[in-house]
């Protein structure tokens, strides 16, 4: 069974630093591009990050851009999120997903991805 798995959330202050994990098992992950989104309480999912198939485009949302890296290492299965200098905004369940068509570049639309994982949830405190 194909899955996307999020571990690594937590709850930390502002100004902290948390790295989210989603492991990825059942399909061939190093031909997909990966994204993250994310969903605080009473908002619509967010577009956060994405990552081509092979690692050398990147996008990020003007909200995270110099605060979040992300990576992925296909020989693990698994993408990245790294998050310094969290503020409060940034509270939310983060979620990774996997581009629907091999090969792509990443994207910011939600539409474009089809297999999403649990989330794991982000809890920034002021």
């Known amino acids: 069974q194909v899955q996307l798995v999020e571990s690594g959330g937590g709850l930390v202050q502002a100004g902290g630093s948390l790295r989210l994990s989603c492991a990825a098992s059942?399909?061939?992950?190093?031909?997909?591009?990966m994204g993250w989104f994310r969903q605080a309480p009473g908002k619509e999912r967010e577009f956060v990050t994405t990552?081509?198939?092979?690692?050398?485009?990147?996008y990020y949302a003007d909200s995270v851009k110099g605060r979040f890296t992300i990576s992925r290492d296909n020989a693990k299965r698994t993408v990245y999120l790294q998050m310094n200098s969290l503020k409060p905004g940034d509270t939310a369940v983060y979620h990774c997903?996997?581009?629907?068509?091999?090969?792509?570049?990443?994207?910011?639309?939600?539409?474009?991805?089809?297999?999403w994982g649990q989330g794991t949830q982000v809890t920034v405190s002021s």
């Open positions: 997903a996997a581009d629907r068509s091999a090969y792509g570049l990443g994207s910011a639309l939600r539409a474009n991805f089809g297999l």
């Open positions: 990552i081509s198939w092979r690692g050398g485009n990147i």
């Open positions: 059942g399909r061939t992950f190093s031909n997909y591009a």
